[in-house]
């Protein structure tokens, strides 16, 4: 099956600061979400992006599909911004199976 | 309001016992999913279902038995034969036009 390789596993900032997270994948896609999975577990949807631009506040994110890879930009970090970053994926192949990569772990210091 | 609802948020059973986790959603979604998070680590697909009375497989179905008899509705058991199951368990669905999938707010299952 696709496999979704997230990058970098942990990444520590000062608040303010900015940062892009990665994720790389290894087949043609149908869907690529990015998700933030806040304190008490919940999956906080951020963008649906398959190919292209999206800007929502102070994040954007990129798929370029064509080089199987996207980054999410996350600009004047606040703490709000902690947690689990996670990329997933629904392959050319699956309509409808959702893969996920492992996750960026951000920790926002004040 | 509209939405994927999953109950209970906390529930713990003995070792041994088989326990269902329900999950409901009112988006009019086809596929549902249910996925397992063990602590630190990322989002594991246990089954998913593209349609009524249809499901599939996915990485981590061994334990574990789903139905789907209605589209609104798709609970998932935790049989004796899995031998880990305390773990975050949560439910997903998307629709069939527009495979954006929204997630429920989880249930946390702690076997003793």
């Known amino acids: 099956g696709i496999q979704v390789e997230q990058s970098p596993p942990d990444l520590i900032l000062q608040e303010g600061a900015n940062s892009t997270l990665r994720c790389n994948f290894s087949?043609?896609?149908?869907?690529l979400q990015w998700f933030h999975q806040n304190p008490w577990g919940q999956l906080i949807n951020l963008f649906y992006i398959p190919s292209g631009t999206k800007q929502n506040g102070r994040l954007s994110a990129t798929t370029v599909a064509t080089e199987r890879y996207s980054l999410l930009y996350i600009s004047s970090s606040q703490t709000t911004d902690s947690g689990v970053y996670f990329c997933a994926v629904i392959s050319g192949g699956s309509n409808y199976k959702l893969t996920f990569g492992k996750g960026t772990l951000l920790t926002v210091n004040p | 309001d509209g939405g994927i609802t999953q109950s209970p948020k906390y529930l713990f059973r003995k070792e041994g016992q088989n326990v269902t986790l329900s999950c409901e959603q009112n988006?009019?979604?086809?596929?549902m999913y249910w996925y397992r998070q063990d602590p630190g680590q990322g989002l594991r697909l246990i089954y998913y279902?593209?349609?009524?009375?249809?499901?599939q497989k996915g990485d981590i179905a061994e334990g574990y038995s789903v139905s789907r008899e209605k589209k609104e509705s798709f609970p998932l058991t935790v049989t004796s034969a899995q031998k880990n199951p305390t773990a975050f368990y949560l439910c997903?669905?998307?629709?069939?036009?527009?495979?954006?999938?929204?997630f429920g707010q989880g249930t946390r299952l702690t076997v003793v």
């Open positions: 087949d043609s896609v149908n869907n």
């Open positions: 997903a669905s998307s629709s069939r036009n527009r495979a954006e999938a929204f």
């Open positions: 279902s593209q349609i009524v009375n249809d499901f």
């Open positions: 988006l009019n979604h086809d596929a």
